[in-house]
């Protein structure tokens, strides 16, 4: 679409101004002569104008090949205003150049690239110069040299209505930007809230670039300081939680473990980064789901950093998302133990940990603990006599078992 014309720029009052001045008035109203003719040119204009740019503007080509009249109008429009612009500046320059905004407005909201735009009202603009040159050439040949004295103002207002373009483009742009983004937030938290009606979920998909139905997994992670996405950035989507970045990850054909290894990497014991890993779901209409299942997983990560799972820890999962009987559990099984002094206490408890983490055996209990064979059943004997539970009773160590559980997650006083 043309960029719009403007009278010229007055001149300094010097000396030489008042020799020049006949001459630039004389050249305004040459300017507006030939203007007044083009107005009744509006639809051949357009054509051409329409002709160079699917000839010279790929951009443009697609626009024009998919919608011929909507180009067509927004170029009359923007013509109209140019040749207006020439006959009453004082009146029709605010109009033109809201026009000119608009126009930006519009085609950032479409997609079409802001240099096709700016070329456009570049090629628009030559092709009314070049109208005003023939029609003065044609009907008034002698009047033709004063076109000079206008040339550079003509080029000056082309350049100012490029500017005005680009700013009003890259507004609509931010602007479109923002809404985009936030719509993204608002159907992140929606899901993971599982607030997501059935029939939003094609919506959804498409606002977020997921799709509707595969596996999922949601990944929560406290203290990371911005680590979530730089850890995992292809397929997932994150939002920020009270306590944790919360991420949805579309697994496709990988394993959930595959995921959680990936955090492993970076997120382990002294870190200060808690990760916890959902078990895999199918579809988004069940991330909310797995979210709550993240949160159980994120409660049972150490305090000083680690990635859990959920799959893995399914025992401690259980007494975490039920702390009333899990700390029943511990008062009932481990009461005898907890009531021994601190270092007597930590001892037997440390012992009975790395012996059931060894599965059961003695001797690499001794070696994880640096001590004896015979100490650690020792140590084995005494937590059976306390607690009256026996080790080899299948019942009481799945008791003993889900205890720890439990007393690892309970805050300690």
Known sequence: MPAHLVRPRPRPRTAT????????SD???VLRRAALPLMGQLPLLADRLMAELHANEPAYRVEID???????REVRRSLRHSIASL???ARSREAARACSARIG???AARGLPLDALLHAFRLGGALVWQALVDEVTRHHPRDAHLLVHLAADVRGFVDEHCACVAESYRRAEHELTWRRENRRRLTAAALLDGATRIADL?????ALGLPERGRYAVVLVAGGHGAAPAAYGTGAVWH???DAERGIVALGDRDVRQLAAQWRALAYRGTGIRVGVSSAVEGLAAVGGARRLAETALRICPADGGTVLLDDELPAALVAGAPALGGLLVDRVLGPLRALPPADRALLLDTLTA???CDGSAQRAAARLYCHRNTVLNRLRRCEQLTGRSLTRPADLVELCLALHAHRLRPQA
């Open 17 to 24: 101004a008042h020799a020049t001045a006949p001459a630039g």
């Open 27 to 29: 050249a305004v109203a």
């Open 66 to 72: 998919a919608d011929p009249d909507d180009v067509r």
């Open 87 to 89: 006959l009453d500046p």
């Open 105 to 107: 407005a519009e085609r």
């Open 202 to 206: 094609p919506e959804a998909a498409a």
């Open 240 to 242: 920020p939680g009270p």
């Open 355 to 357: 012996w059931l983490d």
